[in-house]
């Protein structure tokens, strides 16, 4: 059978679950049954819409409109709290926003600072998509939201800053997820259970897990951060799991976004089956 094709995301917070596909002996075995390629969030949402890709790391936003995913369980880009990469850059207090421009690369965030705007702070802005760049955002815009390693790495003193995940845990009481694997149903057929998917993307995971201080080594020369804080960043913000106070976060967004019109309906979560549970992989 041909490989299935993986979307990833070219960010710093999916290295963790991209670890057995970047380093090693998995590494070399997992290219016989997989071919990885790496995009912006929203693109990867794209590919498997259109049939491009089998396997993608979507913003939790675009599984509201793509049919015939499943979710591959226990592994997710959510925060318990503070995030730091998700952020809110006005040059005036939230009650005063009109105009937001919006990083063009992730739904789920752009969803959020809506959701967040319109049903927490009672107001309703006009949103813009552009380019993330702080500057030409703030031109002529009140706010921008910036998302990932473009966050991470701005330069936000003397504006108004949210965390949003900070934010929605202040307003609800409930984590943040941001995106996981989504899997199309067509391109399981055949492979039968022995194919072991969800196994692979989450042992991918917790090794990637104990490999935290080579991922931030690696990475701070790339953003211009220090390694230190990379790696608190990636232990101490993003939180990996999709257990079940993260579901229940996720359900609770999707009703929200329903609310203020920005989903048109609430999805049925479907995850991908595990025939061999809590059992590794045999790459």
Known sequence: MPPLRISAISFLNTAPLMWDFENGEPAALLRQRFDVSYTIPSRCAEQLKEGSADIGIIPVAAYTTI??????????????????????????????????????????????????????????????????????????????????????????????????????????????????????KAALQGRGAGANVAQVFQQSRDNGLKHIAEIASAWAPKLGLSAKLIAEYLTENVDYSLDVDNLEGLQLFYRYGVECGVFGRVPKLAFLEQPIANTAVRL
């Open 67 to 184: 049919p015939d995913l499943v979710i591959v369980p226990d592994v997710a880009i959510a925060a318990k709290n503070k995030v730091r990469s998700i952020l809110l850059v006005s040059k005036v207090s939230l009650e005063n926003i009109r105009s937001v421009a919006t990083d063009d690369s992730s739904r789920t965030s752009a969803a959020l600072v809506e959701i967040f705007l319109r049903k927490f702070v009672g107001t309703d802005p006009g949103f813009t998509r552009q380019k993330p760049d702080l500057k030409t955002m703030l031109q002529w815009h009140d706010a921008a939201l910036l998302i990932g390693d473009p966050a991470l790495q701005a330069h936000v003193a003397g504006y108004f800053v949210y965390d949003l995940a900070e934010e929605w845990k202040r307003w609800t009481g409930r984590p943040f997820v941001f995106a996981f694997w989504a899997v199309r």
